[in-house]
């Protein structure tokens, strides 16, 4: 199982950007997904998350700005982020727990892409 996330990059304070989560095995449809970010020398914190059934929550940070969705047939998820600051700045990562029936909940994440808002 791999999640890979692209669409980072440098934007203006004002700019948007869309970020992507592929995986690979059936494991976005049946569980949550959720975006992370850390930005340089900070704690990772959840920016993000959508339920398998389609309902979302966010950061206060982020509410009103960004924009999770999820296509599940496609196993991929995106975050719309517009009205970008320069505190959004930081590595976004997306994260899926799957549950399995013998071992229990295994967190997967992905590397991460490097989101940069200039002043």
């Known amino acids: 199982v791999q999640l890979v996330e692209s669409g980072g990059g440098l934007v203006q304070t004002g700019g948007s950007l869309r970020l992507s989560c592929a995986a690979s095995g059936n494991i976005v449809s049946p569980n949550s997904l959720d975006w992370y970010r850390q930005a340089p020398e900070k704690q990772r914190e959840l920016v993000a998350t959508i339920t398998s059934a389609g309902s979302t929550d966010y950061a206060d940070s982020v509410k009103g700005r960004f924009t999770i969705s999820r296509d599940n047939a496609k196993s991929t998820a995106h975050l719309q982020m517009n009205s970008l600051k320069p505190e959004d700045t930081g590595v976004y990562y997306c994260?899926?727990?799957?549950?399995?029936?013998?071992?229990?909940?295994?967190?997967?994440w992905g590397k991460g892409t490097l989101v940069n808002v200039s002043s």
């Open positions: 994260n899926v727990r799957h549950y399995y029936a013998v071992i229990g909940a295994v967190d997967y």
